[in-house]
């Protein structure tokens, strides 16, 4: 099987194909190349990762590299992440991240910010019990309105960290935002959230 999928032309039953019907899943949001979704992929071989972006072009390049080196836990999907919902069955997801999300920081833009309620509960129904939901970003205000997003749907803030250290665990896997960010002394803050 290919390790890119295309959301407007995927079978239904794909994700099996990719993940069989137990295999726990992590997923990337807005992976570009695929950076997270690859060091995802090489850290946890027992967990498969899925990357997702609308952008084909940039994940051509997260699934050569997949097929490179021979990942045959990581894929790719092409679908705005508003439709995830078809493509992901509701329950298989352990763990989404969102590293340096677009903040979207006009007012205008707040319902289209990828931690706005209306993913978050989307996000929801895809995780299973348990689940968390992890943001990376240089973003203060990223984060103050994901917080607030949280609290608004039920879901509670579980761990959280303001300036990232460069030797701390979640930076181990770095994306070219965050590399860029860390070399201009901009700090880095994380947040796991749990909906349910």
């Not at 990762?49 to 997949?66: I, Q, T």
Request: hydrophobic letters at 35%.
């Amino acid at each position: 099987m290919d390790n890119v999928v295309d959301g407007r032309r995927c079978q239904p039953d794909w994700f099996e194909q990719a993940f069989g019907s137990q295999q726990t899943v992590v997923l990337e949001l807005g992976c570009g190349r695929g950076e997270h979704t690859l060091a995802q992929a090489r850290r946890r071989p027992d967990r498969g990762c899925l990357g997702v972006d609308r952008n084909g072009a940039r994940l051509w390049k997260g699934a050569v590299a997949a097929l490179d080196d021979g990942l045959a836990n990581a894929f790719f999907l092409r679908s705005p992440v508003e439709h995830l919902d078809n493509h992901v069955p509701p329950g298989r997801v352990a763990e989404i991240w969102i590293p340096f999300p677009d903040p979207l920081p006009k007012t205008r833009q707040a319902r289209r910010r990828l931690v706005s309620p209306v993913f978050l509960e989307r996000y929801r129904h895809l995780l299973r019990r348990g689940g968390a939901v992890h943001l990376k970003t240089d973003d203060a205000d990223l984060v103050d309105f994901a917080e607030r997003a949280v609290r608004t749907v039920g879901g509670r803030l579980l761990a959280g960290s303001d300036n990232l250290a460069d030797d701390e665990d979640e930076t181990l896997v770095q994306t070219a935002y965050e590399k860029r960010y860390r070399g201009k002394g901009r700090p880095i803050y994380v947040r796991r959230f749990c909906l349910v």
